[in-house]
């Protein structure tokens, strides 16, 4: 009987060491899973942490970039306009040298496709003859065109001096005088780009001195040689008009 109450003791000995043994297994076990999380826990907070500052130092570096690539953009298009202010400058730096040379030499130009060379002083004298028909100095301007043909004949201004002095004498009213400085441009420049209209203040000079036989025959011209110019337009006008 003592030996069997010996015994149960000792397998409940076994039993609650047993059971003990797991509860301290159990316990240990979830302890550690409750320490894991936390750490994971902790970890994915200082990884958020990390990004958060990692993405702000991008943004700011993003908007650096972007101020500085808009100054380097400023930066660029002043120095274009300075460019452009430079090279406006040189050129009429230039065509003011260029004015200035030519009040003291001879130079070779190209006027509306005439060549010759232009003395001193000549183009100043046109210039001034045209001021005052643009001014509305008919007088002054025909005198100043017919000076300027009779004293530099060979220029390469002529053509348009006989044209202007041609305009001015039939502004004035000066019919005769017209046609014969306009038949003048037309016979010693038949190519000339003015010649259509040339034509046209001919043909209405004539028109205008009462004799319309020749006007109708320089209207006529002005539609056969220049097809395709405003000239031409007014030229069939007028010569319905003078039926």
Request: some cysteine.
């Amino acid at each position: 009987m003592r030996s069997l109450s010996h015994s149960f003791k000792q397998t409940l000995s076994r039993a609650f060491c047993l059971s003990a043994t797991a509860l301290c297994l159990g316990l240990s076990s979830n302890a550690w899973a409750l320490f894991a999380d936390d750490d994971a826990r902790k970890a994915i907070l200082e990884l958020r942490k990390t990004l958060a500052t990692t993405q702000l130092d991008l943004q700011n570096q993003i908007e650096k970039l972007k101020a500085d690539n808009a100054e380097l953009r400023g930066k660029v298009e002043n120095l274009e306009k300075q460019g452009e202010d430079i090279s406006t400058s040189q050129k009429t730096y230039y065509q003011d040298l260029d004015t200035r040379l030519g009040n003291f030499e001879p130079r070779t130009i190209t006027i509306e496709g005439v060549s010759g060379i232009v003395q001193p002083g000549e183009k100043k004298a046109y210039d001034e003859a045209l001021k005052a028909f643009q001014a509305g100095n008919l007088k002054k301007a025909d005198e100043g065109f017919s000076a300027f043909v009779n004293r530099h004949p060979k220029s390469p201004y002529v053509p348009l001096a006989l044209f202007w002095s041609g305009n001015s004498k039939y502004a004035n009213k000066d019919y005769s005088g017209a046609i014969a400085q306009l038949q003048s441009l037309i016979k010693r420049y038949p190519s000339h780009p003015r010649i259509p209209t040339a034509m046209l203040t001919l043909g209405n000079a004539q028109l205008e001195s009462g004799n319309k036989a020749a006007a109708k025959k320089t209207f006529g011209e002005i539609i056969s040689k220049y097809p395709d110019t405003e000239a031409a337009k007014d030229a069939q006008q007028l010569i319905a008009a003078t039926k």
